[in-house]
């Protein structure tokens, strides 16, 4: 039972890894269409690229924690 449990934990970290990646992917690609629309120290660009900083963070404490 405890080999399975650790299975399926090592699952949901995977699972994990890739949503965040996923969504760190989309917040780039935001960012990016930000800047090309309303320039890159744009308010609007500022905000997402921070956004995106926060996320690549909790990437890094992720992987760190490991």
Do not use: P, W
């Not at 989309?26 to 996320?55: H, P």
């Amino acid at each position: 039972m405890i080999y399975e449990k650790s299975l399926f934990t090592a699952d949901l970290r995977s699972d994990r890894k890739t949503m965040l990646k996923l969504v760190i992917e989309k917040k780039r690609m935001q960012m990016i269409y930000l800047a090309n629309i309303t320039g890159l120290t744009s308010k609007k660009t500022v905000k997402c690229s921070q956004e995106l900083d926060e996320l690549l963070n909790l990437v890094q404490n992720v992987n760190h924690a490991q």
